[in-house]
């Protein structure tokens, strides 16, 4: 099934059982504690269906757990200093994951089909409500990090899962020990301080978080939240960037992840036109954030930058008929003056 999977283009590739959710008692815990924040995806009535992976197939005997790394030899967010650049996340570089590993599991339930008979499957890759890090460790494929990550011993971090629900019964295999040890590197070098402890280990506080921000967060960016987003328009990866199990992390062989548009000028972004946007960002995940709340984003990122050269985009976007735009605008407007060389509070904000 490992080198099925492998054919398929998945460099990971495990089986745990399907049945009920053991970690479901650490995510209403979650849920209780508010930190999904605005993503009712994540709290109306899918919730429940989380509980068990048989809700999504009752005839589901096995999950058949993949990993497609998108790790390139780009720098990471650790070396990237150019001020006048967006920093969009690693995992929105290139064509949506979501397409690419449809495809490859797709591929992998016709080849297993051939071998075993008729069988049923279901795919899911990220969206269905089921707790894939949960089963991902369980498979096998690695522990949860402090960062709240599924990291693999030789893999890192850098992948993305998908899940192929089957009739089968298949051995299952056995989760990995945790080896973030006494490491806390995740946890200080978060700007927002977004990794919470929650009872003996650590969460994700969404409300805190960057990339839930810049990606799920719909309407206005809390005022206080803002200076921490530096320069990022589109997710963060500062957690993962900062993790030794990263260091040696392999690259994704093929095209799909590799950059279109590394780090855009912020100047070019905040001029971009709705066509503009979805022609550049087109079969991307950056689509997710919407036109106006990609303009929000980069109305926080020169903000917080701070650059004079940004004054006359930004005039624009505080012309813009989109009221959460144009807030953003006035605001980044308002850090700008405030970091005119005379004033002794220049201070372009926290990477
Ligand atoms: C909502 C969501 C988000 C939210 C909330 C993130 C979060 N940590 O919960 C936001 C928008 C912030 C987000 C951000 C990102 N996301 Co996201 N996100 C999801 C989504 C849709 C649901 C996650 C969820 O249920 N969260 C609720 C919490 C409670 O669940 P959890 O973190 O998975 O934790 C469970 C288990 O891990 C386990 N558990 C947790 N800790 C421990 C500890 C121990 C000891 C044990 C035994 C178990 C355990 O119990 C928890 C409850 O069941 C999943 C896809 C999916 N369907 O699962 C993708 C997913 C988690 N995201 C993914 C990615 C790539 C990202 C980003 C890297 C994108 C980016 N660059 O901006 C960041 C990473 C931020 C981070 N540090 O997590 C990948 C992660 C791949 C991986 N290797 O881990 C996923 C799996 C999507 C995919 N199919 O590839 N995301
Ligand atoms: S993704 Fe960024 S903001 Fe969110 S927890 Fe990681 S470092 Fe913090
Ligand atoms: S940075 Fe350290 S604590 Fe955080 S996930 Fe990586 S190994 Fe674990």
């Given at each position: 099934?490992r080198?099925?999977?492998r054919?398929?283009?998945?460099?990971?590739?495990?089986?745990?059982?399907?049945?009920?959710?053991?970690?479901?008692?650490?995510?209403?815990?979650?849920?209780?504690?508010?930190?999904?924040?605005?993503?009712?995806?994540?709290?109306?009535?899918?919730?429940?269906?989380?509980?068990?992976?048989r809700r999504?197939?009752?005839?589901?005997?096995?999950?058949?757990?993949?990993?497609?790394?998108?790790?390139?030899?780009?720098?990471?967010?650790t070396?990237?200093?150019?001020?006048?650049?967006?920093?969009?996340?690693?995992?929105?570089?290139?064509?949506?994951?979501?397409?690419?590993?449809?495809?490859?599991?797709e591929?992998?339930?016709a080849?297993?089909?051939?071998?075993?008979g008729?069988?049923?499957?279901?795919?899911?890759?990220?969206?269905?409500?089921?707790?894939?890090?949960?089963y991902?460790r369980?498979?096998?494929?690695?522990?949860?990090?402090?960062?709240?990550?599924?990291?693999?011993?030789?893999?890192?971090?850098?992948?993305?899962?998908?899940?192929?629900?089957?009739?089968?019964?298949?051995?299952?295999?056995?989760?990995?020990?945790?080896?973030?040890?006494?490491?806390r590197?995740?946890?200080?070098?978060?700007?927002t301080?977004?990794?919470?402890?929650?009872?003996?280990?650590?969460?994700?506080?969404?409300?805190?978080?960057?990339?839930?921000?810049?990606?799920?967060?719909?309407?206005?960016?809390?005022?206080?939240?803002?200076?921490?987003?530096?320069?990022?328009?589109?997710?963060c990866?500062?957690?993962?960037?900062?993790?030794?199990?990263?260091?040696?992390?392999?690259?994704?062989?093929g095209?799909?992840?590799?950059p279109?548009?590394?780090?855009?000028?912020?100047?070019?972004?905040?001029?971009?036109?709705?066509?503009?946007?979805?022609?550049?960002?087109?079969?991307?995940p950056v689509?997710?954030?919407?036109?106006?709340?990609?303009?929000r984003?980069?109305?926080?990122a020169?903000g917080?930058?701070?650059?004079?050269?940004f004054?006359?985009?930004?005039?624009?976007?505080a012309?813009?008929?989109?009221?959460?735009?144009?807030?953003?605008?006035?605001?980044?407007?308002?850090?700008?003056?405030?970091?005119?060389?005379?004033?002794?509070?220049?201070?372009?904000?926290?990477q």
């Open positions: 099934m080198a099925l999977a054919e398929c283009g998945f460099e990971l590739a495990g089986v745990a059982r399907a049945g009920p959710a053991e970690d479901m008692a650490r995510y209403r815990e979650w849920l209780a504690g508010g930190n999904a924040g605005e993503m009712r995806y994540l709290v109306d009535q899918r919730a429940e269906i989380r509980e068990d992976a999504l197939l009752p005839s589901a005997r096995s999950i058949i757990c993949v990993g497609k790394l998108y790790q390139t030899p780009w720098p990471h967010t070396e990237f200093r150019d001020e006048d650049r967006a920093w969009i996340s690693r995992y929105a570089w290139g064509d949506d994951y979501h397409d690419v590993l449809r495809r490859g599991l591929q992998l339930a080849r297993i089909a051939q071998s075993t008729p069988l049923e499957s279901k795919i899911c890759v990220d969206t269905a409500p089921l707790l894939e890090r949960s991902a369980l498979a096998g494929l690695g522990w949860i990090g402090r960062n709240t990550c599924l990291i693999n011993q030789q893999s890192g971090s850098w992948f993305f899962l998908g899940e192929l629900l089957v009739s089968l019964d298949l051995a299952p295999d056995s989760p990995p020990p945790d080896r973030c040890g006494t490491c590197r995740c946890i200080d070098a978060c700007p301080a977004a990794i919470v402890p929650q009872g003996s280990g650590f969460t994700l506080d969404s409300r805190l978080c960057i990339s839930y921000f810049t990606i799920e967060q719909r309407g206005a960016i809390p005022r206080e939240m803002r200076a921490g987003i530096g320069g990022h328009v589109f997710g990866d500062i957690c993962q960037d900062v993790c030794p199990w990263n260091r040696r992390a392999p690259t994704t062989a095209p799909a992840f590799a279109r548009l590394f780090a855009p000028p912020l100047a070019q972004m905040a001029a971009l036109t709705e066509p503009e946007f979805r022609a550049i960002f087109r079969g991307t689509t997710r954030a919407r036109y106006t709340g990609f303009l984003n980069v109305a926080v020169m917080n930058r701070a650059r004079p050269e004054r006359a985009p930004l005039e624009k976007l012309a813009s008929d989109d009221p959460v735009v144009a807030e953003h605008a006035r605001w980044a407007l308002d850090r700008c003056q405030l970091a005119r060389p005379s004033n002794p509070l220049t201070m372009p904000g926290p």
